[in-house]
């Protein structure tokens, strides 16, 4: 019932973690006198490998939280110094990405040791109609939708099931492998799709040529919002556009439906160059700063974590 709730602070995402190999969900909750939850703080463990490979890899993301009734910097401050004293040995830092602004409580992060930075997102309005929506894509946008609608693409949304779920995920490796990125477990996806499949809180978006797969976007969904989760394309079928086609057709699908708002996600660090936000800013969203708070529990495994990075993706 929190105007702040979100997906990622679930107890759905909590099943999710906690099913997921190399991921430990960490939930920290406040109460009332009448046991009344006043405050939830929903992190994700993260590593990428087992032992110690994956000690040299762990960190915890939280997302969109912690929450906290009425904003109340006191509970807040309550969930972080607990947060941080059950975090150590567990992670090398803990990082917190915002889904809304924050900035009246920097102050209550600050003093549990968290450093704010910079971090945009971009945001597109819903509740426009589709004639709109379809005047705020840029010009490059509009033309290729164009050409993928003369290509015969089709736009679907597809029910998760086995033959899917093997497509979606072999795309998505496909295209992390290219970018020379980790990438999760396939069990991470599993996961997501038994647990929030049922409830109607996944959606796997699909661009279609004769029947087959060559794009896909996987759309967290949850109240009133669509959270731009993963996406991918064949490079194959570039040609036919499936990464300008199904943005568009998401957000026309999100206005039928009656959702108000999509995250697009991240959208990098403010004046600094990123291929991605170019290409995401093409569809007529908002650039908004929320940022992230970030605090760092074992400096030198940190150091020793990036140069690991910075190795993997030259070996790969």
Same mark, same amino acid.
């Given at each position: 019932n929190h105007p702040q709730g979100n997906i990622f602070q679930t107890p759905e995402m909590y099943e999710v973690y906690k099913k997921t190999k190399n991921y430990e969900p960490l939930l920290i909750s406040a109460v009332d006198e009448n046991e009344n939850i006043i405050g939830v703080l929903l992190a994700v463990i993260q590593k990428e490998h087992s032992g110690i490979l994956g000690k040299l890899s762990s960190r915890s993301i939280?997302?969109?939280?912690?929450?906290?009734?009425?904003?109340?910097?006191?509970? =807040?401050? =309550?969930?972080?110094?607990?947060?941080?004293?059950?975090?150590? /040995?567990?992670?090398?830092?803990?990082?917190?990405?915002?889904?809304?602004?924050?900035?009246n409580l920097k102050e209550i992060f600050e003093k549990n040791g968290y450093k704010y930075e910079a971090h945009l997102d971009i945001l597109i309005d819903l509740k426009q109609t589709p004639e709109r929506l379809w005047?705020?894509?840029?010009s490059r946008a509009r033309n290729k939708i164009r050409k993928a609608e003369k290509s015969e693409i089709i736009f679907s949304v597809l029910n998760p099931q086995n033959d899917v779920n093997k497509t979606s995920y072999k795309i998505l490796k496909e295209v992390y492998k290219n970018a020379k990125l980790p990438f999760a477990d396939k069990s991470l996806f599993d996961n997501v799709f038994e647990q929030l499949g049922g409830?109607?809180?996944?959606?796997?978006?699909?661009? =279609?040529?004769?029947?087959?797969?060559?794009?896909?976007?996987i759309g967290l969904v949850y109240k009133n919002m669509i959270y731009d989760w993963y996406a991918g394309s064949r490079r194959d079928f570039y040609k036919y556009n499936p990464n300008d086609f199904l943005p568009y057709n998401i957000l026309v699908w999100g206005n039928n439906n009656g959702f108000e708002l999509f995250d697009f996600g991240g959208a990098g660090k403010p004046n600094v160059p990123y291929g991605v936000r170019d290409h995401k800013m093409?569809? /007529?969203?908002?650039?908004?700063?929320?940022?992230?708070?970030?605090?760092?529990?074992?400096?030198?495994?940190?150091?020793? /974590?990036?140069?690991g990075l910075k190795f993997y993706k030259k070996m790969k």
């Open positions: 939280i997302i969109g939280g912690p929450i906290v009734k009425e904003n109340n910097p006191e509970i =807040l401050d =309550l969930l972080l110094k607990d947060y941080n004293k059950k975090i150590k /040995g567990k992670a090398i830092y803990s990082q917190i990405r915002n889904l809304v602004d924050q900035s005047q705020k894509l840029d409830k109607g809180m996944v959606k796997i978006f699909c661009a =279609l040529k004769e029947g087959q797969i060559i794009g896909i976007r093409k569809f /007529g969203g908002e650039l908004v700063e929320f940022g992230r708070f970030e605090k760092v529990h074992n400096k030198l495994l940190l150091e020793i /974590g990036k140069i």
